[in-house]
């Protein structure tokens, strides 16, 4: 439990940082960190690596939605 709260507060610490530059729109560092450590702690429930999917293809599509996210335009 412990380790996992350094993880989140030290993503969640990136996010607000990251929001303050300008370099993301988050709306909610916190639970923009809980989003993206469910899907990397989730991959695991549904992965196969002989399945439709390549480890590459999870990893590209990953990076898409979490950066598309982050980078985006932000809404005026």
Known sequence: VTLRRRYERRLIDI?????????????????????????????CTWFRPHGRLSKEQVIAIYSDQVLGGLLGPREP
């Open 15 to 43: 996010l607000d940082q990251g929001e303050a530059a300008g370099l993301f729109r988050c709306g909610d560092a916190r639970v923009a960190a809980y989003g993206i450590l469910s899907m990397l702690t989730g991959v």
